[in-house]
């Protein structure tokens, strides 16, 4: 079950966290890897690690953010059967703390970058026959996260984009859906952290850990097998859906 075998997938920031898990889990699935980075140094590991499985995984250096350069690089793919736009940023403050120039950085990255990938994915998934598209969303797209103004919009406008290209393209045999973590351990989390609470990291790790009715954060291996049934053909009869893995918080942090 689950089998990729043979299909080319697109994960963008799959050098680390939550896309390395899926980059990763899809290959030893079957699948022919591509990953989209800013830098594609920082996709060697994940690379590397791919090819001691004995699967095929390549890296792109990649500024999503830059239609050009997107549709460019998608042409060197040329054939996509599974796209994941898992590429992101974060800003942490509300409204009168995200400046314009704020506010810009995340569009372009969370919402636009993602939008390139999708322009520039679809006509080759309508050209091979259809195709699966997994947006990584986040709570923050149906709940009020608090000093996340930017971020949240950001989510929110991924969750519209992904129910519009479910309905728009249901006849090509594109399915589109959406996963929406709570918090995850990542190495990005550790890092925000370290850098704005010194001295309380074991302090702060246990209070967002139990920020999660579950009493913990979701690891990306989770993630990873959310994506993968949701790219497979298991879930041939799956799109337009939104799936929140949060530990219980959206529905039991009441």
Known sequence: MFSLKNKSAVITGGGSGIGKAIATLFAKQGAIVHIIELSEE???QTIAEIKELGSSAY??????????????????ISKVDILVNNAGI????????TSEDDFLRVFDVNVKGAYNCLYAAIP????NGGGAVVNMASIASVVGISDRFAYSMSKGAIYAMS??????????????????PARVHTPFVDGFIAKNYPGKEAE????LS???PIGRMGKPEEVASLALYLCSEEAGFVTGNDYALDGGFIKLNN
């Not at 792109?60 to 953010?65: E, F, G, I, L, R």
């Not at 129910?163 to 929406?180: E, H």
């Not at 702060?204 to 209070?207: E, G, L, P, R, W």
């Open 204 to 207: 702060i790790f246990d209070k």
């Open 90 to 97: 974060a800003h942490v403050g509300n409204l009168e703390k």
């Open 163 to 180: 129910m519009s290209v479910a309905r728009d393209y249901i006849n090509d045999n594109i399915r589109s859906n959406t996963i929406s």
């Open 124 to 127: 080759l998934m309508k050209k």
């Open 59 to 76: 890296s792109y250096s990649c500024n999503v953010s830059d239609q050009r350069q997107v549709l460019d690089t998608f042409a060197k």
């Open 42 to 44: 920082s996709a060697a």
């Open 210 to 212: 139990k920020s999660q």
